[in-house]
C-alpha cells in the first residue's frame, strides 16, 4: 500500500500496528501534541536536542493537516498515548474526544526512515523479522534543559551482525533528520541499560551476542520520557512504534 491508502486503513482502525517496515523509503515521523501555553519550552528542547528531537514541521495551534502528507493527525497514526500532569493516562486510536483548539504539534524524525536503507545495504532488522516492536530503553545519557522539559534520552536498538556495524554507522550518519548514525554502540550498561532482554519501550527480540552488537539509535520516544518530569496538564504523543507515515520520500533514497 502506499502511504495514503495505509493511514486510511489507521482512519479505518484497520491496522493498529507497528509502522516499521510499511511505506519503506517514506518518510515517518514522531508525534507530540502540546497546548500552545508549552509550545514554545518544546520547541527549544527540540532545538537544543536534535539528535532525539530533530523536528521535521510545526504544525500552528488547532492545524490538524501537515504539510508533508493528506492526512488528519488526529486520526491517521495507528496508536496515540495521552499523558495527564506527567502521567500516562490512556492509549487510544484517534484524538477526536481529546481534541483541544490550542494544541500545537511537533513532528519529529524517526529512524523507521532509513530501515530501509539498512535492509538494502544487507543489515537485517531483527524486530521485523521476529515481528515485533523494535526495543526502546531509557538511558543515563542527559539532555539539555529547556523551560519544564529535561531529563535522558531514550534509544532503539537494533541487533547489527559483527562485520557490519560500520556499514550501519555510514548508511544511517546520511539520514540527520531521523536521528542519524548512533549514539551508542555495544555495552549497554555504559548508557544505563541494565537487561536487554527487558525494554522500557517496544518488545524484546533474540538473537546471539557473540554474532551480533546491539547498536542504538537516538529515539523520538524521547519527548515522552521527558513529559514525565515536565508534568504539562495534557500532552499526546504517537505510541512507540506508531508512527505518522508522510507522502515524503526521504531524498537519500533518490
Not at 61 to 70: E, L, R, W
Not at 80 to 109: A, H, P
Request: glycine share 6%; aromatic share 10%.
Amino acid at each position: 500500500m502506499n502511504p495514503l491508502e495505509t493511514r486510511m486503513k489507521f482512519r479505518n482502525q484497520e491496522l493498529t500496528g507497528t509502522t516499521s517496515g510499511l511505506c519503506e523509503q517514506y518518510i515517518q515521523t514522531n508525534l507530540v501534541t502540546l497546548p500552545k501555553a508549552y509550545a514554545f519550552d518544546f520547541l527549544l528542547f527540540c532545538m537544543r536536542n536534535p539528535k532525539p528531537c530533530p523536528v521535521v514541521e510545526v504544525m500552528e495551534a488547532g492545524v490538524t493537516k501537515p504539510s508533508t502528507a493528506d492526512a488528519d493527525i488526529r486520526t491517521d497514526l495507528p496508536r496515540y498515548r495521552i499523558y495527564r500532569n506527567g502521567f500516562f493516562s490512556e492509549e487510544v486510536l484517534d484524538l477526536n474526544e481529546v481534541w483541544q483548539d490550542d494544541f500545537v504539534t511537533f513532528l519529529i524524525g524517526c529512524s523507521f526512515t532509513f530501515e530501509q536503507a539498512l535492509l538494502d545495504g544487507g543489515i537485517p532488522l531483527l524486530h521485523q523479522d521476529q515481528n515485533k516492536v523494535v526495543p526502546m530503553f531509557d538511558t543515563n545519557i542527559p539532555l539539555k534543559e529547556a523551560g519544564i522539559f529535561k531529563g535522558n534520552m531514550v534509544v532503539s536498538m537494533r541487533a547489527v551482525p559483527n562485520h557490519l556495524v560500520d556499514q550501519a554507522l555510514k548508511i544511517s550518519h546520511q539520514f540527520e533528520s531521523s536521528h542519524g548514525e548512533p549514539v551508542h554502540i555495544g555495552s549497554p550498561e555504559q548508557i544505563g541499560i541494565d537487561d536487554i532482554q527487558q525494554p522500557d519501550y517496544g518488545e524484546a527480540v533474540t538473537f546471539d551476542r557473540d554474532e551480533m552488537t546491539p547498536v542504538f539509535w537516538a529515539c523520538g520516544v524521547t519527548p515522552q520520557n521527558a513529559a514525565l518530569q515536565a508534568q504539562p496538564s495534557i500532552m499526546i504523543t504517537h505510541a512507540p512504534g506508531h508512527m505518522l507515515i508522510t507522502d515524503e520520500k526521504d531524498p537519500n533514497y533518490s
